[in-house]
């Protein structure tokens, strides 16, 4: 492995406003969900929040830790160039710094970049035709997917604007023989689709492994549900088309409640 880079030693943070220590438990717990849902890799992926203010300053996990230790204390906060901006003990994994810097100083709305190795979405990331419309879960993705191929581990600065070009303004992306990639306006949003993202991979892979011919709905139905997902309608007046604007605001909620239950430390 390269050697991280460096930490910067020195007293505990300096005072932080209550805006930085909300993001800073919303991105804990999303690391938390993450290893609660077996997405991790050891400590080898990412996930990053970006802070408020001209700088471009965002946290990132501590390298070295289990995504269970992460704390909202131990998030190490640097800049786009990579380095800490206030004092810390822990280093950055410099592929972390590589994609998620690239992605936070092109994408304004992109607050939240989450990055995963897991077992499915490497191996959806290995197929040729990336992923399929082979569910309803599937669907939620359709014509949203951006690609990148792959040139190596992520340690070559000149990667980043190929990386960024080739997501565009998606905010999924399938690093093809590497992983899965999803930006979202907060965490809450960058998870949900990493968490359905995932279950795309399985499900297709599932479906695969079955053997048999597999059943592709038509094209306009496969956008009418993207929409759906997306765009949601506007209830009709007729009562005839109904809309779910709230279900993943209640989801997030629901994996908070659930972290209080058995791991609250995220917190501290």
Known sequence: MTAALKAVPGNPAPQRSDEEWRLRRELAA????????????LIFTHISLRIPGPEHHFLINPYGLFFDEITASNLVKIGLDGR???????PVNPAG?????AIHGAREDAHCVLHTHTKAGCAIAAQKDGLLPVN??????YNNVAYHDYEGIALDLDEQKRLVADLGSKSVMILRNHGLL??????????????????????????QAGG???????????????????????PSSDGRTL??????????????????????????
């Open 97 to 101: 710094f590589v994609i998620h810097s």
């Open 136 to 141: 309803q879960i599937n669907l939620e993705f």
């Open 84 to 90: 800490a901006v206030e004092p810390t003990p822990y």
């Open 243 to 268: 809309s779910d604007p709230d279900g993943y605001d209640l989801a997030w909620s629901a994996l908070l409640r659930l972290l209080d239950r058995i791991d609250p430390g995220y917190k501290n």
């Open 30 to 41: 999303c690391y938390r969900l993450i290893a609660h849902f077996k997405m991790t890799d």
């Open 212 to 234: 048999q011919a597999l059943v592709i709905p038509p094209k306009d139905v496969c956008e009418h549900a993207e929409r759906q997902f997306n765009a949601p309608p506007v």
């Open 182 to 207: 999803t930006v979202g306006k907060d965490a809450q949003q960058a998870f949900l689709r990493m968490y359905y993202l995932e279950k795309a991979c399985e499900i297709q892979l599932t479906a």
